[in-house]
T-cell receptor, first 115, second 113 residues
């Protein structure tokens, strides 16, 4: 079965500092991995995805994520955090050989960027 | 246009009411999804439509009835809901395929009294 873990419920970082939001996954076969962000009372916005190729994926709003197959991780990073980055972040996985169309979402990590 | 729209934004209904949620996209996506999201929790998949046919029903109670009248529209018909059904209902769409991104609408905040 597919599963996604986000080990931190909450991440606090000062504005201007680098941020990392952690994600680990468990799936048989190779995964497709996604990051979404959700602002209060809004839907989910797509940030980036890993399908294949370069392990470092660049996405929207200056975010990037690094796929690490040996550690089964896909951590989200940004070199310099903004207060406006404060939101709920979800990692999601889809199994590569599963033609089914469902994502499995992690539990979410709340990011607070302090001014 | 990368927008998924949902109406209404907010809905309050009694347990005996019948109401419908509407979702629309004009991106040519042939996969459409309904999710339920409780506060501070991840979205939970309810239904998936692929080429206007229901392909996944995640054991959702029959008081929720989805409908996909055409490739751009997705409805969720609600009847005899319970207070625990109060949640944010999210619609998403995407191309049919494992690698493709799902694009989410802003959601309908449903309160069942």
């Amino acid at each position: 079965a597919q599963s996604v873990a986000q080990p931190e419920d909450q991440v606090n970082v000062a504005e201007g500092n680098p941020l990392t939001v952690k994600c680990t996954y468990s799936v048989s076969g190779n995964p497709y991995l996604f990051w979404y962000v959700q602002y209060p009372n809004r839907g989910l916005q797509f940030l980036l995805k890993y399908i294949t190729g370069d392990n470092l994926v660049k996405g929207s709003y200056g975010f990037e994520a690094e796929f690490n197959k040996s550690q089964t991780s896909f951590h989200l990073k940004k070199p310099s955090a903004l207060v406006s980055d404060s939101a709920l972040y979800f990692c999601a996985v889809r199994r590569r050989d599963n033609y089914g169309q469902n994502f499995v979402f992690g539990p979410g990590t709340r990011l607070s960027v302090l001014p | 246009d990368t927008e998924v729209t949902q109406t209404p934004k907010h809905l309050v209904m009694g347990m005996t009411n019948k109401k419908s949620l509407k979702c629309e996209q004009h991106m040519g996506h042939r996969a459409m999804y309904w999710y339920k999201q409780k506060a501070k929790k991840p979205p939970e998949l309810m239904f998936v439509y692929s080429y206007e046919k229901l392909s996944i029903n995640e054991s959702v109670p029959s008081r929720f009835s989805p409908e996909c009248p055409n490739s751009s529209l997705l409805n969720l018909h609600l009847h005899a809901l319970q207070p625990e059904d109060s949640a944010l209902y999210l619609c998403a769409s995407g191309r049919v395929g494992q690698t493709d991104t799902q694009y989410f609408g802003p959601g309908t905040r449903l309160t069942v009294l």
